[in-house]
């Protein structure tokens, strides 16, 4: 749940320091200890503050994404503490959605220190989950440009695209190949509607019949439908859930004939936007769009 100015203001005890103080504080602190338990729980503390985009302002006034960067820039010259760069480049990739920060990111040639983190720790899921999801945050035309002319870039996402962790892979697989659209095709059977009446006890008689010459006259359940979307969603995304979702039915499904889905990615960013449709003979029989969310482990 992201926050709000008056929720910010209700949670600041009185006589305690707001959030803008707090956060200057936190990297003051970092740099004024050399103790690397503290250091971890500062950038542990930062990482979770560029979770929401309340904090962005604040995190840059403060320079956390210069300390976020500072840390993945010290990792590839030498030996840091993995959990420092695991919180770096969890922040970075967090507050890398605010248009400021993308720039600086691009700017300090970060799309090519992140391709040598990528490198440097291929056999890290963690770091590369986030590294692939930084990268995806921050794509624009021109930076897809960029990447798609980086070789080095495109044969380690080659070499991700098959990885055990699904995560990974389907983050390789959109940068890679800016797949961007994910098909499936179905026919639906009587003995497929009979199990999902059985399991929902939706026995309306527009689904269902027991006269054999009504059978070409009944149709497929919506949220049956609606089911299969919900895993192509699944398969291509996982560890994200369905926040929000609107559709329509414009058409009936009818059973014995194919059904052809299509998922299609609107907007990867932190909240996911998709559009989706079925077709039946060329006619649209269920469409609309959702929005996904990862699930913070």
Known sequence: ????????????????INRKTYL??????????????????????????????INWKFLREAKAHELFYEIVQQSLQGIVDRFLVLHA??????????????EYIERSDGLEQLRVLLEKYRTDCEIICNALTCYSFLLNDRRTLLLKQNKCLLNLLEHFKQAANSRIANLATILAEDRTVFSLTRI????????????????????????????EQIFVNGALLNGVIAGI???HFPGFVVTTQNFRFPSRCHLDKEVHF????????????????????????????????????
């Open 262 to 297: 299509n998922v299609k990615v609107e907007e990867m960013r932190k909240i996911v936007t998709v559009s989706y449709e079925s077709k039946q003979n060329g006619i649209v029989v269920f469409e609309g769009h959702a929005k996904l969310f990862a699930v913070r482990r």
């Open 188 to 215: 639906f059977r009587e003995s497929d509607v009979q199990q999902f009446v059985a399991l929902t006890g939706d026995r309306n008689p527009i689904h269902v019949t027991d006269v054999p010459d009504r059978k």
């Open 1 to 16: 749940m992201f926050s709000t100015q008056e929720r910010l203001k209700r949670r600041t005890p009185a006589g305690g």
């Open 24 to 53: 200057r504080l936190l990297v003051d602190e970092y740099y004024e200890t050399s103790n690397i338990e503290a250091q971890q729980q500062v950038t542990a503390n930062l990482a979770n503050f560029a979770y929401d985009p």
């Open 233 to 235: 969603i699944g398969t």
């Open 89 to 102: 480049i969890v922040g970075l990739a967090n507050i890398s959605l605010d248009p400021v920060i993308a």
